[in-house]
Each structure stands twice: as structure tokens, then as C-alpha cells.
């Protein structure tokens, strides 16, 4: 029989995870990725990988022990804090922990180490996709080149162009912007900020707004000013606020934050290079589609979710490693692969959407921090 024709859109961890277990079992993909290169843009900051998803697809993938091999020590140290910069958590990495943390651009480097050369199409944006019957669909790319495939995997991420093929839903604004921060050479350049985030992960909260931090591998600190606000304001920051030498969006955050204590306000006066606004989306939760012929999602194109549970990498990833084993146990018929698959992908996504709506409420309601502790003491104790 003639071997499909897999095309998978998106080469992020689930796309490429996909990818690489279908090589497992001697099944050809090709990704198209919009990136000229792999490194033509940096890939984010640090990762927790769960043992009961995100390492669940690196072993279906053969490579577990490889990744071992890049957890960052000391990662899963975790603090919380109030807004006066008191302590309510302070726990330390003795390297028995589930959730070993990972820089994201080195564990999609593994992955795409672990693939035959030309599996990825880099520079190849997909534009637009359409259906040709009998599950084939044709992709129309920016360089003006066409692909058509047997089977269509939409790995694209929140604004998926492969979605609306499946399902008409879009992204909704969850009522909370991130601004990206980096204080770069932590320890010696900005010892006081390195010594608040500690060796892992810090949250700061306060009602309806709050600091997440984490450690780089690089030394760096990466900064997350969580901000409830409605959508758009972050790109109105008034240079009515202007401070002397300040940019305006540094001197509106600083203006929120009045009140905080000083060693946290100068995670944003201190930060180097640009603030960069992030806000935050989610798909519906409990997001599902009717089975259609050849294509389906994986991610955040299928179930995008604010990051208060820590799952979207993990889930994409176990996304892909489960659609590869589903397609390998059945090479003959495609439509049974797609079907078994999203038959378990809908109640996890809906289950950890659930979770991640109900955490970012928890994170900045009125009494933060205490309803974030009372969830980590609870985790503790449930192990």
C-alpha cells in the first residue's frame, strides 16, 4: 500500500514529538515549520515536565534518558510570597521531585535531533489549508508553494489556520496580560532579585495581580508581571506616566505596584532590554470537534488554556506521542487512528483547562497568596 502522506503544521514540542514517534515506528511526516531556522528565534524559558504526561511522550519517543540529562538542578525549588515580599512556602529541590525543569530550547534541540534530516520544511508558513475530499486537504504556503496530505495535523498553536477546518471556536482574552521581564547574569549583575527568585520557581501575589519568576539556565532571571486588566490596556500605557529615562509601559507597571515591597518592584525598574506584553488566551473549556476525514489537532491549536496548571507543554507532547502510537497500531486505516485518539485527547484537555481556569482565579483572588500555598500543601500531601 502507498505510505500517506502526513503533514504535520507547527514544529514546537507536540508537532515534533509527533514526528519523532512516528520515525519510532518507521512512519515519514513532514513538518512545516514557519521558522527559517532552528534557531532564528529563542524558544522561551524553563519547563516542568510531568511525569504522568510530558515524560510519558519522551519515552515513547526512546529519548527519557536524553532528557534527564538537561534538567536543570535545583529547578524545582519553589517560593511564595506575599506582596510585602514575606515568605509563605519556601521549598527547596532535593531531586526527588515529578516535575524536573527543562529550558525549552534545549528539549526542542533533542527532538529535533532525533529526526531523519528533511523532515522539518523550515521557512514553510502555512497560509491556508482547504479540503479536497476523501481526507486529503491541500496547504498553501507563503513562499507560494502547495502540499497536499493524506493525513493533516494542526500542531500551529493558539491561532491555529488548521482549526478552522475542525471547529469554529477561537481564543478568548482570560482577563489576565503578562508582561515578559529578563534580568540578565542574575548573580552578578542583580544579586538581590537573584537571591528573592532563589534556584527555581518564585510567585509574588497579590489581589488580582502578582510577580512570576524562575531561574534560567543561563544565569538569567525570566519575569512574568501577571496584571488583571481589561484586554488591550497593556498596549494604552499612558506616557502621561513617564518617569525621566523610563519608558512608559516600565513606569505603568512600577505605578501598579506601588504599595510592593521594593526588592519586587525592581524586578521590573531593573529588568534589561524591553517589556514585552503578553496577554492570555484560552479556547473554551471542554473545546472538541465532530470527527472529520484526515485532520486533526494537537496543543494549544486544540486545547489552548491559560498556564495556571503547567500542563500545555506536557499535553502537547503527550498529544503527539499519543496520535504517533495510535497511527502505528493502526498503518491500514487512518480514520480508526484519528478517532481512538481524540476519544482520549478531549477529557484530559478538559480536565487540565478546568484545572488551569480554576488555578488563575486561586492565584489572585482577594486573599493571594494563601489560596496558591494551600494548593502546593495540598499537592505535597496527595504524593
Known sequence: MRTPAIGIVGGGLGGLTLARVLH?????ATVYERDAAPDARTQGGMLDIHQHNGQVALRA?????????????GGQAVRVLDRHGAAHLDEGDEGDGDRPEVNRGHLRRLLLDSLPEGTVRWGGRVTAARALGDGRHELTLADGGTATTDLLVGADGAWSRIRPLLSAAAPAYCGLSFVEATLRD?????????????SGMLFAL???????????????????????????????????????????????????FAGWAPELRALIADADGPLVPRAIHALPVGHRWDRVPGVTLLGDAAHLMSPFAGEGANLAMLDGAELGRALAAHPDDVETALATYERALFPRAEEAAQEAAA????????DAPHGLVDRFVAYAEAR
Open 24 to 28: 519510532v515506528h518507521g512512519i515519514p
Open 61 to 73: 519517543a526512546g529519548l527519557h534518558e536524553q532528557f534527564l540529562r538537561l534538567v536543570h538542578p
Open 186 to 198: 542574575a548573580d552578578r549583575r542583580h544579586p538581590a532579585q537573584a537571591a528573592l527568585v532563589g
Open 206 to 256: 497579590g489581589p488580582g495581580k502578582g510577580f512570576l519568576a524562575h531561574r534560567e539556565t543561563d544565569g538569567s532571571l525570566h519575569v512574568y508581571v501577571a496584571l488583571r486588566l481589561p484586554e488591550g490596556r497593556l498596549a494604552g500605557a499612558d506616557p502621561g506616566h513617564r518617569r525621566p529615562g523610563e519608558d512608559p509601559a516600565r513606569s505603568f507597571l512600577l505605578d501598579q
Open 359 to 366: 488555578n488563575l482565579e486561586i492565584c489572585f483572588r482577594d
